[in-house]
Every structure is written in structure tokens, then in C-alpha cells.
């Protein structure tokens, strides 16, 4: 089942906040966190695992909600680079083999 | 080497031709994937081959035939294909181990146009 993402599009101007959430109606093994620019792959960004502990190799943070299946991911002090598309992947069945992409937040950072 | 190599990056196929994707990489993954994507839409999963057996077909029409021939490289065979399936079609690797997870990286894609 598809996980929600909010909010469908953000705007921001450098140096601002922004906070991607997404929800799922299944219970969670992990949520993955990927950044997809026009035209290109996406870009692994975080993962967080059920129990609490997270994976990432970018200057963000993310958090995941067990209870409520809930993760966001956090974009503090947004500069031009952060332009582009947001994906939650959701494992509801372990391994993270099969994950099943949120619709997208599309973010975009101005001067 | 950190990358997932597609080849080609664009192809335009009559619905009768066959014509094949490849996938390569060289970091050791022993987990493949082929995803679809529309503009505008998130990656759709098709199939996930993991130390080179498939493990998940999304029930995925017969006109696409994956095939992984050693850990090293994904191939998508496409056949008789119709004008909705033009898309772009990525590949993922990652590295499964039990008891750990890890992300994925994606190739750059080949962008499919079924004419």
C-alpha cells in the first residue's frame, strides 16, 4: 500500500526550514528517504529501522514514529542543492526488498 | 566504483522490435532491482532479483523478460511492447544482509519511447 506524503510542494527561499512527512497505514520494518533532480536517478539520503536507529550519509535528520508509522524527514538551512523531488520508500515486509514509493514532495529553493 | 551503470540512456523501439536494457555494477550488491517510472510519478517496482534468483515479480506483463546472468549485471528484454509502457526504467542495487538494510542506488536510467 502507497505511503502519504505532505506536502505535495514546498517553495522555500535559501536558508529556510522545510519538513517532509510520511505516513503509512501498514506497520513498518524501515522507511527509506531519497532525492530525485529533473532528469537524473534518485539519491539515497536516510534510512530510519524500526527500533530507532537511522542510516544516512547526507546533512539531514529524519525521525520514525512506530506507533503511529509515521516518518519525517527534516531540511534545516535549505540551500539551492536541496531543489528536487522527495520520495519516502516503506518496507512493510523486512529486508527492504520490496518498497513501495510515496507519490513525491516536490521542493523547490529559491535565492 | 559507486555506480550503477544503464545502458542505453535513451531508446525509441517499434511495438514489434525486442531490444534489451542493461544494468551494471561493480560494488558488490547482491540484490537488483528494475523499477518504472511515468513523469511525474514515483519509481513502480517490476522486479527484484536477489543473489541471482528472482525473488518479487510485481505482476509484471510478459512482453518484459528480466534476466540476471551473474551478480554483476541485470538485463530487461522487452518485447512487443505497447506506446503506455514508454518510461523510464531504472536499476537499483543494494546490499541485503540478514539482519541489516541498506539503500539503494539507482542507475541513471534509459528512457524508453514506444512508438
Known amino acids: 500500500q502507497q505511503p502519504v506524503q505532505s506536502p505535495q510542494a514546498v517553495i522555500l527561499r535559501e536558508g529556510e526550514d522545510a519538513v517532509i512527512n510520511c505516513s503509512s497505514s501498514?506497520?513498518?520494518?524501515?522507511v527509506h528517504w531519497y532525492r530525485q533532480k529533473h532528469g537524473e536517478a534518485p539519491v539515497f539520503l536516510m534510512i530510519l529501522l524500526k527500533g530507532g536507529e537511522q542510516k544516512g550519509h547526507e546533512k539531514i535528520s529524519a525521525s520514525f514514529n512506530e506507533k503511529k508509522q509515521q516518518s519525517s524527514l527534516y531540511l534545516t538551512a535549505s540551500q539551492l542543492s536541496y531543489s528536487g523531488t522527495y520520495f519516502c520508500?516503506?518496507?512493510?515486509?523486512?529486508?527492504?526488498?520490496?518498497?513501495?514509493f510515496g507519490k513525491g514532495t516536490k521542493l523547490t529553493v529559491n535565492p | 566504483d559507486t555506480e550503477v551503470t544503464q545502458t542505453p540512456k535513451h531508446l525509441v523501439m517499434g511495438m514489434t522490435n525486442k531490444k534489451s536494457l542493461k544494468c551494471e555494477q561493480h560494488m558488490g550488491h547482491r540484490a537488483m532491482y528494475w523499477y518504472k517510472q511515468k513523469a511525474k510519478k514515483p519509481p513502480e517496482l517490476m522486479f527484484v532479483y536477489s543473489y541471482e534468483k528472482l525473488s518479487i515479480n510485481e505482476s509484471v506483463p510478459s512482453r518484459f523478460s528480466p534476466e540476471c546472468p551473474n551478480s554483476s549485471l541485470l538485463n530487461l528484454h522487452l518485447h512487443a511492447l505497447q506506446p503506455e509502457d514508454s518510461a523510464l526504467y531504472l536499476c537499483?542495487?543494494?546490499?541485503?544482509?540478514?539482519?541489516?538494510?541498506?539503500?539503494?542506488?539507482f542507475g541513471s536510467g534509459t528512457r524508453l519511447t514506444v512508438v
Open positions: 501498514k506497520a513498518l520494518y524501515s
Open positions: 537499483a542495487s543494494s546490499h541485503p544482509q540478514a539482519g541489516q538494510v541498506y539503500g539503494y542506488t
Open positions: 520508500g516503506t518496507d512493510s515486509q523486512g529486508g527492504s526488498e520490496k518498497l513501495v
